[in-house]
């Protein structure tokens, strides 16, 4: 029996661990993959505060999970499947075993969108990714295609030119909607190409990608480029599928949370990115975090009192 259950590890549920913890609540971590989420697989952070010089998201996460550790958390590796309540009582289900908490903080965060296009499924791995920081290295001096126009998609496509020989971004409109100095940095790095008001189409190859087949969405005009590997920055889908009975969700299936991060069921809040919000960063997901863990602890105290 928990008194906080944080499901997922990424910065929201790393906060969300450490102010439960420090509050001397008992507190149970879970994590399907490793701790820091997407974060983590962040080469660079710029924007955390108290990095002048950035920081490796690998590295902040993990100092995070070190200091959640160290005030008594209990981290368990595991996919979450399921969350009952029944009366008062939480149960979170994992394959094969079941825990039980009094509160329950949801900090899934969101899954990196598809593309959808015929050949995306087959070369998941032989040449398609969605994580740039993960697989940029293995394209020394070859061409690749970044997919996408937003922060994620420029961000990633600058990491990749350290690696690759050119960097083609596909955007399905004729400007990018990455922050203007995001901007700035990727139209003055010569190996980043630019492929206007276009969608992909087809993705082709044999053993590995080898072809990326567009379409421009005004002319309907279609067209090619040889690749080695095709990265994809369209947006993230919200990891609410086992929860979705106990909360409310958005049009695009974040959950819907008041400021005090509580979901529509009583005990039950929700943290980060899956969460319905303006703004998706490492700052405000810890932010998010550590509200939902002082509420989870005032929610304890009228329960008890």
């Known amino acids: 029996m928990y008194d906080v259950a944080v499901i997922g590890a990424g ?23 490793f701790p820091g989420g997407q974060a983590a697989l962040t080469h660079k952070i710029e924007n955390y505060p108290g990095f002048p010089e950035g920081v490796n998201g690998m590295e902040l996460t993990d100092a995070m999970k070190q200091q959640v550790e160290k005030l008594g958390a209990e981290f368990v590796n595991g996919d979450v499947e399921k969350i009952d309540k029944n009366g008062d009582l939480f149960t979170v289900f994992l394959k094969g075993e079941s825990f039980k908490a009094k509160t329950v903080i949801l900090a899934t965060g969101a899954q990196p969108r598809k593309l959808g296009v015929k050949g995306e499924k087959e070369f998941i791995g032989r040449g398609i990714s969605y994580c740039a920081t993960c697989d940029g290295a293995f394209y020394k001096d070859k061409p690749i295609a970044m997919v996408g126009g937003g922060d994620t998609a420029i961000q990633e496509a600058l990491y990749l030119t350290r690696f690759a020989s050119t960097v083609y971004v596909i955007h399905r409109r004729n400007e990018l909607r990455a922050t203007k100095i995001l901007q700035e940095h990727a139209f003055k790095n010569e190996k980043i190409k630019f492929i206007w008001d276009s969608i992909v189409k087809e993705i082709k190859g044999k053993d590995g990608v080898e072809e990326v087949v567009f379409e421009n969405v005004k002319s309907g005009k279609q067209d090619s480029i040889s690749v080695d590997g095709i990265f994809v920055a369209i947006g993230y889908t ?15 299936g974040y959950i819907i949370t008041d400021e005090r991060m509580k ?3 009583p005990g039950l809040f929700a943290a980060g990115d899956v969460r319905q919000k303006p703004l998706r960063q490492v700052v405000t997901a810890v932010a998010d975090g550590a509200i939902a863990a002082v509420e989870a602890g005032k ?7």
Not at 11 to 33: D, H, I, N
Not at 238 to 247: G, M, Q
Not at 299 to 305: A, I
């Open 263 to 265: 979901t529509k069921t």
């Open 11 to 33: 910065p929201a549920g790393l906060a969300a661990g450490l102010y439960a913890a420090r509050a001397k609540l008992s507190t149970v971590v879970f994590e399907k993959m």
């Open 238 to 252: 919200p990891n609410t599928e086992f929860a979705k009975d106990l909360v409310q969700l958005d049009e695009q």
């Open 299 to 305: 929610f304890l105290e009228n329960s008890e009192g």
